[in-house]
């Protein structure tokens, strides 16, 4: 089997500063993070930015830019800029960061869809900022929105113009269906890197059985040859799913975008712990933990040399 590519999420858009003390928000904290990161074994760090004052999810170019140079000038990973941003937000402030770094990667949703964090408010009873429980609150009515058109932007915008290739993130059957769409269109081409995104409210659920199915049918429509996939397993199911893809022959993602934990009721106390288990996982397993050009030449990647920071 070939080296596992590690990517880690340091901070992501959707747990908020009451969640955890140790939840990456001021770009030193990113910036460290994914360095501790990437020194632990991931070879993608994929970035989100915060306000620094209130931890909300904020797109500024301004904010990446404090943190994408400090990164790449102290490690050899591949930065995978997020066009997720953060759930309310436009295509083109989700874009905004991406076509200003114009970096290797970027993450690219591949389907509207329900994406249901409401019942994190259940689990706890005061906040540190107002905007907390508004922003949970406010996806029991919401549709994070992925169109056609709005990713035919993103492939055209940010593909074609910089050269950035895409971490396609899959919530569901049909997201596989429309990266096959756009393979046929003519702007998706190989080799391309698919996760497979389970345990969302509102997208597949984290069973074993969900992600043999997904894995079998992107085999089948895009050919194992000319993709990579991962697995993101959410909250509780991060490590359970990192290792059921590692023995698939996988690759997976960690960090405190996707859980908080590090065991059962254990906040991790920061991202590097949870790349260093996942690495554990994998070499106990009998395989290698792929390096930062290991992971750009299976990716067809253009190469940190060739980034706007």
């Known amino acids: 089997m070939k080296p596992v590519i590690i990517t880690c999420a340091p901070t992501g858009g959707i747990h908020t500063p009451t969640m955890s003390p140790h939840l990456p928000i001021t770009p030193n904290q990113i910036a460290q993070a994914s360095i501790e990161a ?10 989100h930015a915060r306000d620094p004052e209130t931890g909300k999810p904020d797109p500024s170019p301004e904010l990446f830019m404090e943190f994408l140079p400090r990164i790449k000038q102290a490690t050899g990973a591949v930065m995978n800029v997020s066009t997720g941003g953060g759930l309310g937000m436009t295509m083109d ?89 756009f393979i046929d269109k003519g702007l998706i081409k ?20 969900n992600l043999q199915f997904l894995h079998k049918t992107a085999d089948r429509l895009f050919g194992a040859e000319n993709y990579e996939w991962s697995v993101l397993g959410a909250g509780r199911h991060q490590m359970p799913l990192a290792t059921q893809s590692a023995l698939l022959g996988g690759n997976l993602r960690v960090g405190l975008e996707d859980s908080l934990y590090i065991e059962r009721g254990e906040l991790a106390v920061s991202n590097a712990q949870q790349v260093e288990k996942a690495r554990r996982i994998v070499e106990e397993l009998g395989r290698r ?21």
């Open 38 to 47: 990437a020194e632990a074994g991931a070879s993608i760090i994929h970035l």
């Open 93 to 181: 402030e989700r874009l905004r960061a991406a076509t200003t770094a114009s970096p290797e990667m970027a993450s690219l949703n591949m389907g509207s869809m329900n994406f249901g964090i409401f019942p994190l408010l259940e689990k706890y009873d005061e906040w540190q900022h107002d905007w907390e429980p508004e922003f949970l609150g406010m996806t029991r009515d919401f549709i994070f929105p992925n169109t056609f058109a709005t990713i035919e932007y993103a492939l055209t915008e940010l593909g074609e113009k910089h050269g950035t290739k895409f971490e396609f993130e899959c919530y569901d059957l049909g997201h596989l269906y429309n990266i096959k769409w």
């Open 190 to 209: 190989p080799p391309f890197f698919v996760q497979f995104v389970l345990g969302i409210l509102g997208g597949a659920g984290a069973e074993l059985e």
């Open 289 to 309: 933990v792929a390096t930062p050009d290991e992971a750009r030449e299976r990716l067809g990647l253009k190469g940190g040399d060739k980034v706007a920071f």
